[in-house]
């Protein structure tokens, strides 16, 4: 992805899970051109949230998001996890 989206940034982590098999763990991403165009043109205001997850797989959707022009909601950057914590933030 960041041959097309040179300076996103991006982060797939896997765990062993119990069976010895490597099982999904977390995953990150943010787009450049939306973290340039907040940088440029939107209010240097941004809030971050968590919402569960309520599929097979369980989690939690975490987003930063920033206002615009128009005072509108922004996406800035978004993560799945298994569980809300400072690392997962971090």
Same mark, same amino acid.
């Given at each position: 992805?960041?041959?097309? #989206?040179?300076?996103?940034?991006? !982060?797939?982590?896997?765990?062993?899970?119990?069976?010895?098999?490597?099982?999904? !763990?977390?995953?990150?991403?943010?787009?450049?051109?939306?973290?340039?165009?907040?940088?440029?043109?939107?209010?240097?205001?941004?809030?971050? !949230?968590?919402?569960?997850?309520?599929?097979?797989?369980?989690?939690?959707?975490?987003?930063?998001?920033?206002? !615009?022009? #128009? #005072?509108?909601?922004?996406?800035?950057?978004?993560?799945?996890?298994?569980?809300? #914590?400072?690392?997962?933030?971090?």
């Amino acid at each position: 992805m960041c041959r097309r #989206n040179a300076g996103s940034s991006t !982060d797939l982590r896997t765990v062993i899970g119990a069976a010895g098999l490597e099982v999904f !763990d977390r995953f990150y991403v943010c787009f450049v051109v939306l973290r340039e165009t907040w940088l440029a043109s939107c209010q240097p205001i941004f809030g971050i !949230d968590g919402c569960f997850l309520k599929t097979m797989a369980k989690g939690q959707l975490l987003a930063a998001v920033g206002r !615009d022009a #128009n #005072n509108q909601i922004y996406p800035l950057a978004w993560a799945v996890v298994h569980k809300e #914590n400072t690392e997962t933030w971090v």
